[in-house]
């Protein structure tokens, strides 16, 4: 299985973007994918994850408001995206699934087998 994502980019604070992450299948009937962000200097946080069988989403709480999920379900694609961004929100986002995560892990990167390659966000001031 391979994840492609794509639509970063450099904005303005308060802008928005919205990013999309493309799963060549899905493999089990608990497929999610999720999404991660790792700015420069720090570690990998969790941003959002989305169940497929139910269609339950889960945010970093300091993001819900601002950003959100959907998904194309012919194209095996998530979408997030992110309104009123700001500076802070500046990295590299990734996605990643799993087909199989443990709901504990579902905000974890190691709960994560497969991963994507990473599109940089850049919000300026």
């Known amino acids: 299985v391979q994840l492609q994502a794509s639509g970063g980019g450099l904005v303005q604070a308060g802008d928005s973007l919205r990013l999309s992450c493309a799963a060549s299948?899905?493999?089990?009937?608990?497929?999610?994918m999720a999404w991660f962000r790792q700015a420069p200097g720090k570690e990998r946080e969790f941003v959002s994850a989305y169940k497929w069988d139910g269609g339950y989403t889960y945010f970093e709480e300091s993001l819900k408001g601002r950003f959100t999920v959907s998904r194309d379900t012919a194209a095996n694609t998530i979408f997030l995206q992110m309104n009123s961004l700001k500076p802070e929100d500046t990295a590299t986002y990734y996605c990643?699934?799993?087909?199989?995560?443990?709901?504990?892990?579902?905000?974890?990167?190691?709960?994560?087998?497969?991963w994507g390659q990473g599109t940089l966000v850049t919000v300026s001031s």
């Open positions: 299948r899905r493999t089990s009937s608990r497929w999610v």
């Open positions: 990643a699934a799993s087909s199989s995560i443990i709901l504990s892990n579902l905000r974890r990167p190691e709960g994560y087998a497969i």
